[in-house]
């Protein structure tokens, strides 16, 4: 099998956040569809080892934020690539609730739906929640959706490891020959790939810098890790 047949498969990219009790916590995913329109329902795919997975159990609710194009990398970073177990990641974001009472994150947002779980479904490594919309709103007519593949091409961002999309590299199955005349580095975090042919012109790094003439203070565009966090593929 080519693994990169999955990468043709077409994807959005957006926050779940729940609640439990006064706990609140989300992340970001890429598998979130409408499975029904009367009564309108949503599905999303959750690891069972994420920490909102067991939140959304007990609560039975979360909403869905859909992450704008033009979306920071903290943003992306903070729920992505960061365990609520260890990280707030409410403290310093713009959030408000609905009818459920589930966090919904505005912050670099375009749309957002307020959810209730009606049927769960175990999948194996994952958890397959199918809820109802209570509520949804459009926060910037203007901005256009991140999509998976806007994130792997322009924003060069990898799924995390718990995602239902994680594909192991090592598995890839055709080769591709490697354009940069200088060596590449790989954010152990995110699996985000620096490559001096590239640069970061988004935080004003122009192609043909190499890694080590980052500046010190220099992090990773889709995580936020320091350099540090890179090793040398």
């Not at 779980?117 to 959706?145: C, K, Q, R, W």
Request: aromatic share 10%; with cysteine; hydrophobic share 35%.
């Amino acid at each position: 099998m080519n693994i990169e047949a999955f990468f043709k498969i077409t994807y959005g990219l957006y926050i779940i956040a729940t609640k439990s009790g006064d706990k609140l916590n989300g992340y970001v995913a890429n598998t979130a569809f409408q499975v029904t329109a009367e009564p309108a329902q949503i599905a999303i795919s959750c690891s069972k080892d994420n920490h909102s997975c067991q939140m959304i159990r007990d609560s039975r609710v979360f909403s869905i934020s859909i992450l704008s194009q033009d979306a920071r990398s903290e943003t992306i970073g903070l729920f992505g690539y960061n365990s609520g177990e260890s990280v707030n990641k409410f403290e310093s974001i713009t959030y408000s609730t609905a009818s459920t009472g589930a966090p919904i994150v505005t912050e670099d947002c375009i749309a957002w739906f307020d959810c209730k779980v009606n049927n769960m479904l175990d999948v194996g490594s994952h958890m397959l929640f199918i809820a109802t919309i209570e509520d949804g709103d459009v926060l910037n007519n203007d901005a256009n959706p991140l999509t998976y593949a806007y994130y792997q091409a322009v924003k060069k961002g990898k799924a995390p490891k718990n995602a239902p999309t994680y594909i192991d590299e090592a598995k890839l199955t055709s080769s591709h020959e490697d354009s940069s005349p200088h060596e590449k580095h790989k954010c152990l975090a995110c699996g985000y790939i620096y490559d001096p042919a590239v640069g970061d012109p988004d935080n004003g790094i122009p192609p043909g810098t190499l890694f080590e003439d980052l500046p010190d203070d220099w992090t990773c565009p889709t995580c936020s890790s320091p350099k540090e966090m890179f090793d040398k593929l």
